[in-house]
Protein backbone atom coordinates (compact mmCIF):
# COMPACT_ATOMS: atom_id res chain seq x y z
CA UNK A 1 0.00 0.00 0.00
CA UNK A 2 1.40 3.63 -1.04
CA UNK A 3 1.08 6.14 1.38
CA UNK A 4 0.14 10.05 0.51
CA UNK A 5 2.78 12.09 2.34
CA UNK A 6 2.19 15.95 2.61
CA UNK A 7 4.76 18.16 0.86
CA UNK A 8 6.38 20.00 3.87
CA UNK A 9 8.77 22.10 1.33
CA UNK A 10 8.40 22.12 -1.30
CA UNK A 11 37.37 29.50 -12.80
CA UNK A 12 37.85 27.29 -14.68
CA UNK A 13 35.89 26.33 -17.82
CA UNK A 14 36.20 22.29 -18.18
CA UNK A 15 37.92 21.43 -20.82
CA UNK A 16 35.58 18.22 -22.21
CA UNK A 17 35.73 18.84 -26.25
CA UNK A 18 37.36 15.73 -26.65
CA UNK A 19 36.82 13.35 -23.52
CA UNK A 20 40.22 11.82 -23.16
CA UNK A 21 42.85 11.75 -20.46
CA UNK A 22 43.26 15.44 -20.07
CA UNK A 23 39.36 15.68 -19.34
CA UNK A 24 40.08 14.32 -16.06
CA UNK A 25 43.45 16.76 -15.00
CA UNK A 26 40.81 19.54 -13.74
CA UNK A 27 41.96 20.28 -10.10
CA UNK A 28 40.38 19.15 -7.02
CA UNK A 29 39.55 22.76 -5.40
CA UNK A 30 35.63 22.76 -6.09
CA UNK A 31 34.05 25.02 -3.36
CA UNK A 32 31.29 22.27 -3.78
CA UNK A 33 33.55 19.50 -2.57
CA UNK A 34 35.24 21.81 -0.19
CA UNK A 35 31.65 22.66 1.37
CA UNK A 36 30.55 19.06 1.34
CA UNK A 37 33.81 17.83 3.17
CA UNK A 38 33.72 20.78 5.71
CA UNK A 39 30.01 19.43 6.16
CA UNK A 40 30.95 15.86 6.22
CA UNK A 41 33.44 16.81 9.30
CA UNK A 42 30.96 18.60 11.10
CA UNK A 43 28.40 15.78 10.96
CA UNK A 44 30.68 12.79 11.70
CA UNK A 45 32.15 15.02 14.99
CA UNK A 46 28.20 15.95 15.45
CA UNK A 47 26.24 12.84 14.73
CA UNK A 48 26.07 11.58 17.60
CA UNK A 49 24.93 15.18 19.64
CA UNK A 50 22.75 17.47 19.52
CA UNK A 51 22.46 17.70 15.53
CA UNK A 52 18.41 18.00 14.90
CA UNK A 53 17.70 20.26 11.59
CA UNK A 54 14.86 18.55 10.65
CA UNK A 55 12.21 18.97 13.07
CA UNK A 56 10.62 15.66 11.76
CA UNK A 57 12.45 13.34 14.37
CA UNK A 58 13.04 14.05 18.10
CA UNK A 59 16.78 14.10 18.91
CA UNK A 60 16.81 10.50 20.15
CA UNK A 61 14.72 9.02 16.88
CA UNK A 62 17.44 10.83 14.76
CA UNK A 63 20.49 9.06 16.75
CA UNK A 64 18.81 5.73 16.31
CA UNK A 65 18.60 6.49 12.59
CA UNK A 66 22.01 7.78 12.15
CA UNK A 67 23.24 4.15 13.79
CA UNK A 68 20.95 2.36 12.17
CA UNK A 69 22.09 3.82 8.83
CA UNK A 70 26.23 3.14 9.69
CA UNK A 71 25.28 -0.38 10.22
CA UNK A 72 25.76 -2.88 7.45
CA UNK A 73 22.82 -4.99 8.17
CA UNK A 74 19.78 -2.89 6.58
CA UNK A 75 17.16 -4.44 8.35
CA UNK A 76 17.17 -2.41 11.64
CA UNK A 77 17.16 0.62 9.64
CA UNK A 78 14.32 -0.60 7.02
CA UNK A 79 12.09 -1.11 10.16
CA UNK A 80 12.52 1.85 11.60
CA UNK A 81 12.15 3.78 8.34
CA UNK A 82 8.78 1.78 7.93
CA UNK A 83 7.52 2.59 11.33
CA UNK A 84 8.32 6.25 10.89
CA UNK A 85 7.76 6.46 7.18
CA UNK A 86 6.06 10.62 7.39
CA UNK A 87 9.32 11.71 9.59
CA UNK A 88 11.71 9.79 7.56
CA UNK A 89 10.41 11.24 4.10
CA UNK A 90 10.49 14.67 5.52
CA UNK A 91 14.42 14.91 7.27
CA UNK A 92 16.36 17.01 6.49
CA UNK A 93 19.71 17.56 7.83
CA UNK A 94 22.04 20.75 6.60
CA UNK A 95 19.16 21.06 3.32
CA UNK A 96 19.73 17.57 2.87
CA UNK A 97 17.24 14.46 2.36
CA UNK A 98 17.33 11.71 3.96
CA UNK A 99 18.45 9.73 0.90
CA UNK A 100 21.37 12.97 -0.22
CA UNK A 101 22.68 12.64 3.65
CA UNK A 102 23.02 8.52 3.61
CA UNK A 103 24.37 8.90 -0.04
CA UNK A 104 27.08 10.85 1.92
CA UNK A 105 28.02 9.94 5.34
CA UNK A 106 27.16 6.53 5.18
CA UNK A 107 27.47 3.24 3.06
CA UNK A 108 25.69 2.42 -0.19
CA UNK A 109 23.29 -0.23 1.09
CA UNK A 110 21.39 2.17 3.74
CA UNK A 111 20.77 4.44 0.53
CA UNK A 112 19.54 1.21 -1.08
CA UNK A 113 17.50 0.88 1.95
CA UNK A 114 15.84 4.23 2.06
CA UNK A 115 15.21 4.12 -1.25
CA UNK A 116 13.48 0.67 -1.39
CA UNK A 117 11.10 1.40 1.13
CA UNK A 118 10.07 4.74 -0.55
CA UNK A 119 10.04 3.16 -3.62
CA UNK A 120 7.04 0.52 -1.73
CA UNK A 121 5.14 2.77 0.51
CA UNK A 122 5.41 6.14 -1.08
CA UNK A 123 3.13 7.55 -4.24
CA UNK A 124 5.25 6.95 -7.59
CA UNK A 125 4.88 11.09 -8.37
CA UNK A 126 6.27 11.82 -5.03
CA UNK A 127 9.21 9.64 -4.95
CA UNK A 128 10.36 10.30 -8.17
CA UNK A 129 10.26 14.48 -6.65
CA UNK A 130 11.86 12.80 -3.67
CA UNK A 131 14.81 11.75 -6.00
CA UNK A 132 15.14 14.79 -8.17
CA UNK A 133 15.28 16.89 -4.60
CA UNK A 134 17.97 19.92 -4.67
CA UNK A 135 19.32 20.86 -1.73
CA UNK A 136 20.24 24.42 -0.66
CA UNK A 137 23.53 24.27 -3.59
CA UNK A 138 21.29 22.33 -5.51
CA UNK A 139 22.77 18.94 -5.85
CA UNK A 140 20.65 16.04 -5.95
CA UNK A 141 20.84 12.48 -4.68
CA UNK A 142 22.49 11.76 -8.63
CA UNK A 143 25.08 13.92 -7.97
CA UNK A 144 25.92 12.91 -4.26
CA UNK A 145 26.08 9.65 -5.68
CA UNK A 146 29.18 10.40 -7.77
CA UNK A 147 30.62 12.91 -5.41
CA UNK A 148 30.56 11.31 -1.87
CA UNK A 149 30.04 7.40 -2.78
CA UNK A 150 33.29 5.88 -4.38
CA UNK A 151 32.27 2.56 -5.81
CA UNK A 152 29.56 4.80 -7.44
CA UNK A 153 27.23 1.60 -6.72
CA UNK A 154 23.97 3.65 -6.45
CA UNK A 155 24.66 5.38 -9.83
CA UNK A 156 22.78 2.48 -11.95
CA UNK A 157 20.70 2.11 -9.34
CA UNK A 158 19.04 5.72 -9.33
CA UNK A 159 19.24 5.49 -12.98
CA UNK A 160 17.08 2.32 -13.09
CA UNK A 161 14.43 4.83 -11.29
CA UNK A 162 14.04 7.24 -14.18
CA UNK A 163 15.74 10.39 -12.38
CA UNK A 164 16.07 13.30 -14.33
CA UNK A 165 20.44 12.93 -14.88
CA UNK A 166 20.18 17.34 -16.30
CA UNK A 167 19.36 18.96 -13.37
CA UNK A 168 21.96 21.49 -13.06
CA UNK A 169 23.32 22.51 -9.29
CA UNK A 170 23.25 26.48 -8.04
CA UNK A 171 26.43 26.98 -10.14
CA UNK A 172 25.16 25.40 -13.11
CA UNK A 173 27.50 22.31 -12.55
CA UNK A 174 25.96 18.68 -13.93
CA UNK A 175 26.92 14.95 -13.04
CA UNK A 176 29.63 15.30 -15.78
CA UNK A 177 31.39 18.37 -14.08
CA UNK A 178 31.30 16.11 -10.85
CA UNK A 179 32.82 13.09 -12.70
CA UNK A 180 35.67 15.42 -14.18
CA UNK A 181 36.13 16.69 -10.09
CA UNK A 182 36.51 13.42 -8.89
CA UNK A 183 38.29 11.97 -11.66
CA UNK A 184 35.99 9.51 -12.39
CA UNK A 185 36.58 8.52 -16.22
CA UNK A 186 34.18 5.36 -16.57
CA UNK A 187 31.32 7.85 -14.81
CA UNK A 188 32.43 10.26 -17.23
CA UNK A 189 31.84 7.81 -20.28
CA UNK A 190 28.98 6.32 -19.53
CA UNK A 191 27.48 9.87 -19.46
CA UNK A 192 28.35 11.21 -22.53
CA UNK A 193 28.40 8.04 -24.24
CA UNK A 194 25.14 5.97 -22.82
CA UNK A 195 22.97 8.73 -22.12
CA UNK A 196 23.81 11.57 -24.45
CA UNK A 197 24.53 14.28 -21.64
CA UNK A 198 25.93 17.69 -23.17
CA UNK A 199 29.39 18.21 -21.84
CA UNK A 200 30.12 21.73 -23.47
CA UNK A 201 27.13 23.67 -20.28
CA UNK A 202 29.87 25.93 -18.69
CA UNK A 203 29.36 26.89 -15.07
CA UNK A 204 28.54 30.27 -13.75
CA UNK A 205 31.99 31.05 -13.57
CA UNK A 206 32.71 30.56 -17.33
Avoid at 105 to 111: G, P, T
Wanted: glycine share 2%; hydrophobic share 30%.
Amino acid sequence: MKIEIDDDEEKEEINTNSYNNNAFNFNNNNSYLKNNNNLKEKNESNKNNNNNNNNSLSEQMEKKLQYYMSQKDSRNLENFIINNLKSCFNYKNNSMNLLQYSIFLFNSESAKSIMKIFSLKIEKKKFLAYLNYKDKNGLTAFHYSIIGNKKNSLFHELLSNKIDININTNLNYNAIHFSIIKNDKKIFLYLIENLNMNFNIIDKNG
